[in-house]
């Protein structure tokens, strides 16, 4: 079946196929030792599995490569700054947004760029076929189902071969999320690995150190923010990335909505969660989200989507942070 557009003639493409716990770990045995803060259930056993016993999916998930892996990162960069531990999270976790997420960031939005400026095509191509489609059911006396299968196994066939013409799948844009979620993870089981007393340094416990590595209000990070003030700062940074998603977005879908609530919910969730674990944890949190929220807004800026070579798209705009203000203006003080 052939659809002619723009003065040729395109063919539709092949089908593309597309256990129980163990035992509570010990603290570190040490005539100083104090009791931990934390509740009961925060920590809970993140020991090794010894060798004839058998231990549950966290035991393994906290001793696994990747974990280890990003304690050494964390042991690292504390060592070779010689910074206290809160420096020590604040500037690893801003190595890590800076080298890893913001470049993948930066390919996610190239490709959405190359996705958006398609649908002009698309639709030229879904109006042909649809025509197509329409007089050869006449012809040949097909029914409606008939007809519509034909139409959208022939529409998914053209669209995959403009993705593949321009290399830009829209499944491409979803690396960020691969590598930055368990990034996020590792991480925050290495410091409650420390926070517990897990984790030992040259004969020294990393939870010791920790718990004089503080600063302002919180000086322990071992133990919980009785303040709060991390805990709400991480829901309401992560709440203004949603809502700066949100805005950006004009005649969202229905699917497009259920999604954006339900992160919403979850990003005011995360505020008591995060209100019983070590500060250690809930301080990479915050770092992580101001630097989710600041690469979001860096993207937004013109230049830097050109340093990017990101394409130009009919909704990008000359003045991003002006209109970004308006329209928060207009959404949440301005309206009666």
């Known amino acids: 079946m052939l659809c002619r557009l723009g003065g040729r003639w395109l063919r539709p493409l092949p089908s593309l196929q597309l256990g129980p716990r163990g035992p509570p770990a010990a603290l570190a045995s040490t005539g100083c030792a104090k009791h931990s803060a934390l509740p009961l259930w925060a920590v809970a056993s993140v020991s090794a599995v010894g060798p004839g016993g058998q231990g549950g999916w966290y035991e393994a998930l906290a001793r696994s490569a990747p974990v280890q892996g990003a304690e050494e990162v964390l042991l690292g960069a504390h060592s070779a700054t010689g910074l206290p531990w809160w420096g020590s999270i604040l500037l690893t976790t801003v190595a890590l947004r800076g080298a ?59 669209v995959s071969e403009l993705y593949v013409r321009d290399n830009c799948h829209p499944f491409k844009a979803t690396v960020l999320v691969w590598i930055q979620l368990p990034m ?38 071992t133990a919980l923010d009785s303040t709060w003030i991390l805990p709400v700062s991480v829901g309401v940074i992560n709440l203004l990335i949603v809502e700066i998603f949100a805005l950006q977005k004009i005649g969202m879908s229905r699917f497009q909505t259920y999604i954006t609530h339900f992160v919403r919910a979850v990003s005011v969730l995360i505020i008591p969660v995060a209100a019983t674990l070590p500060s250690s944890i809930v301080l990479y949190w915050l770092c992580s989200s101001f630097m989710g929220l600041s690469q979001n807004l860096l993207l937004r800026s013109p230049r830097f989507r050109q340093i990017c070579r990101i394409p130009l798209t009919k909704s990008d705009s000359d003045t991003p942070y002006k209109d970004l203000f308006a329209a928060f203006y207009a959404k949440f003080i301005s309206r009666k």
Not at 192 to 206: L, P, W, Y
Request: glycine share 6%; with cysteine.
């Open 184 to 221: 996020w993870i590792f991480m925050s089981i290495a410091l409650r690995n420390f926070s517990t007393g897990a984790a030992r340094s040259e004969g020294f416990s990393v939870q010791e150190q920790l718990a004089s590595g503080g600063v302002l209000w919180f000086r322990d990070l």
């Open 100 to 158: 890893v997420t913001l470049p993948l960031a930066a390919y996610q939005h190239y490709i959405l760029a190359k996705v958006e400026n398609l649908q002009p095509e698309i639709k030229n191509i879904a109006r042909c076929l649809n025509q197509e489609v329409a007089v050869r059911a006449h012809q040949l006396g097909w029914s409606k189902r008939v007809a519509r299968l034909t139409y959208l196994k022939n529409m998914r066939r053209l």
